[in-house]
Structures are given as C-alpha cells and as structure tokens.
C-alpha cells in the first residue's frame, strides 16, 4: 500500500502571494520525484468550484454568515471526497490554497460566528484529518489589500474593510501559535525568494 501524502495548506489574508507560492511549492515538490495535487477552496473539483461560484456572487438580499459557513463547508466535504481524501490515500501530496483555517478566520473572526460553531462544522466534515503542515503568510492586511487590488476584479472578501482584515490576521495568528508543531508563520512582505526559501524548509522538516 502507498504510504499517505503530505497534506500541505497555504493560508493568509487577501494579496499575501498563496496561490505563487503554492505553484512553487506544488513545482519544488515535483521536482523532488513526488506526485503532487495542486487545489484550492472554496472550490478544487466541479461541484465545489460551483458552490465557490455561490458564494463569491453578490446577492441582491446579501450573504448571512450562517450560509457563507455552511456553504463553504458544503464545498469543502465535496472537495474531500472528490479530491483530497482520493489524493492522499493514493499516495500524492495535496498542496491547497486555504482549508479550514480560513473559516475560522473569515466566518469566525471576520464575520463574528463563535469558534464553536466553526469547530462543530469541522467534526462533522473533516472526521479527524488535519493537513501535515499550515504555512500561514503573514501580511499587513494594507499591504494585502492594495495587492489584491492590482490583481482588478474584486470578490465580496477584497472589497471588505481594513477592520475585518485585521481581524482576519489577528485569527490566524492566533491559530498558529497555539499549535506550533504544525503551523508556521511566514513574513509574506519579504521578498519572493526568501519567502520561498522558508515555506520549502517547513515543508522539508516534514518530508
Ligand atoms: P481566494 O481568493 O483565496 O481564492 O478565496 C476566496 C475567498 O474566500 C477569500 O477571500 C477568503 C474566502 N474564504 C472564506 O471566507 N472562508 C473559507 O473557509 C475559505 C476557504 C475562503
């Protein structure tokens, strides 16, 4: 039987470079000799990728945060089973843009829902797994903003205020430091290269 794969997720606010670091990573990994799964949430196989397409819409009547959870989450048990639990059992190492920790920073923190009804939803759909490793990209969210900005169109998250976002920081951070041996907190405003040079090193430790 294949052993299982590493199970890698990049997490951070709005405009911290998750998804070139991702790609880099998926990149450094491979070319390693491993088989690697790059994905993202909400969304990563075609129904979540819908639910994805839900939740980002303006509604005329808005979004409450008990349906942006649950949709999120309905996304996520759709890309575990259609994606990740298939990925890791066969072997492959799954790098996600953002997991579970997102919820409980942007529904959580960010919209004001209690940590306990993120953890309720989170037995209930992840049953136990846990990613290997949760690299947090660290940014000041005005840094973040103004990036995101440069990347133009924007979702309902970018377009949300300075107050929500570092609130968003504040959760992740928080995240990371009660649970060092499987987060680690990168300063995304470093250059590029430095910045990869210490997501590559988190993830070698456990390789
Ligand atoms: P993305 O821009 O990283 O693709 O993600 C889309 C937005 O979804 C992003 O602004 C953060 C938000 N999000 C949540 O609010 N909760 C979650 O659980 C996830 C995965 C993403």
Redesign the pocket.
């Known amino acids: 039987m294949n052993k299982r794969g590493l199970f890698v997720v990049l997490e951070g606010g709005?405009g911290a470079g998750?998804?070139t670091h991702a790609r880099r990573l998926r990149d450094w990994l491979a070319a390693r000799g491993r088989s690697v799964v790059l994905t993202?949430?909400?969304?990563g196989t075609p129904l979540a990728e819908a639910v994805?397409g839900l939740?980002?819409r303006d509604w005329p009547e808005g979004m409450d945060a008990a349906t942006?959870?649950l949709l999120?989450?309905a996304?996520?048990a759709a890309h575990l089973h259609g994606l990740i639990r298939p990925a890791l059992e066969a072997g492959k190492d799954v790098i996600c843009?953002?997991?579970?920790?997102?919820?409980?920073?942007?529904?959580g923190a960010?919209?004001g829902l209690p940590a306990e009804r993120i953890a309720a939803l989170e037995r209930f759909t992840l049953q136990g797994l846990q990613p290997d490793r949760v690299l947090v990209l660290d940014l000041a969210p005005e840094l973040g903003l103004a990036r995101?900005k440069t990347r133009g169109v924007e979702?309902?998250?970018?377009t949300?205020s300075l107050e929500f976002m570092r609130r968003v920081r504040a959760a992740y951070l928080e995240r990371a430091r009660r649970d060092p041996r499987r987060y680690v907190i990168v300063d995304a405003s470093q250059p590029l290269q430095a910045v990869a040079a210490e997501l590559q090193a988190a993830v070698e430790a456990c390789l």
């Open positions: 709005e998750k998804s993202r949430e909400p969304g994805r939740i980002l942006e959870a999120m989450f996304a996520r843009d953002r997991f579970v920790d997102a919820s409980y920073a942007y529904q960010g919209r995101a979702n309902r998250f970018e949300e």
